[in-house]
Structure formats: structure tokens, C-alpha cells
């Protein structure tokens, strides 16, 4: 036991010294020119923002499915949940804080609430820009991922 205390107290030494530098945040102004989220983001198209921090910024979806009806979505300009990787672990640890805080926030924590992420073309993905949907505020359709019959929008 000695011998790994002098070993701990030498290692907080070193990783006392050594500064951790802070993560950098990409905005999303490195984003597709046509990315409506990055027009929102650089400030050049509306939003009713609920919550924001240095990773993240939460605002309510223009076309509402449920009387809740929230959108969070990374600073950082990846396309859907298949680019996740390349945000850093802040970013993605930030993205579901955000889900939870502004469903508390709304008051619909609870009761409870959805949280939503299509990626790509076949999941009806319309923005291509990573964005977590947080619906709820009512009762919300129990079988959510059933295929629409043939013929039916």
C-alpha cells in the first residue's frame, strides 16, 4: 500500500502541472451554406430559443407534431447521428443534458416526454443537420416507429 500512495500523490502532482487544454468548439458557420440550423445558429434566421450553452441550442420546432415540440441540435455542423463520432464527448454529453433540461424546463419531465433522432433519407431525416427532437405535453402515440400503409402520407 505504500508504494501506491507516493505513486497517486506523484501522478496528481504531474496532472496538476500539465494544463488541459479546453475543447474546441466548431460552430456551425462551417456548415452548408443552405443548413437552415446553421442559419439559426449564425443569427441570419429566427428561432424561439428555449435553452442555450457553448455546445448546444434548443429552440421550438416551427411545425409542431405535439403541444411540446422542442428541437436541440449541436453548434457543431455534423449531418445526423451517424457523423456522432465526430463531435467531441462534451458536445455529445451536452446534446442529451439539453433533452432533459429543457423537458424539465417545459414541464413535461414527469409525465414524460419523447426524444427523436432521424438519420437519413429512409428515417424521413428533412434538416441535415444532427437535431434531437423532445416531444411530449400530452399523450403521445404509443407505437411511434409503425410504417404509414401504401397510399397514405
Known sequence: MRR????LV??????????????KVQTAQS????????KILAGTEPSRKVYENQYVLAFW????????????????????????DEL????????????????RDQGILDKG????????????????????HVVGGEQLREDAITKDPVGRP
Open 4 to 7: 501506491v500512495v507516493p505513486f
Open 113 to 132: 416526454f419523447r426524444v427523436i433522432s432521424n438519420a437519413g433519407k429512409d428515417a424521413s431525416q428533412s434538416v441535415f443537420h444532427l437535431h434531437f
Open 10 to 23: 506523484a501522478f496528481a502532482l504531474l496532472a496538476a502541472e500539465a494544463p488541459v487544454p479546453a475543447p
Open 61 to 84: 420546432d416551427i411545425r409542431p407534431r405535439a403541444k411540446v415540440h422542442l428541437l436541440v441540435i449541436p453548434k457543431q455542423h455534423v449531418a445526423s447521428l451517424k457523423e456522432l
Open 88 to 103: 467531441s464527448v462534451e458536445t455529445r454529453a451536452a446534446l442529451l443534458s439539453a433533452c432533459v433540461r429543457v423537458a
Open 31 to 38: 456548415g452548408p451554406a443552405d443548413c437552415v440550423f446553421c
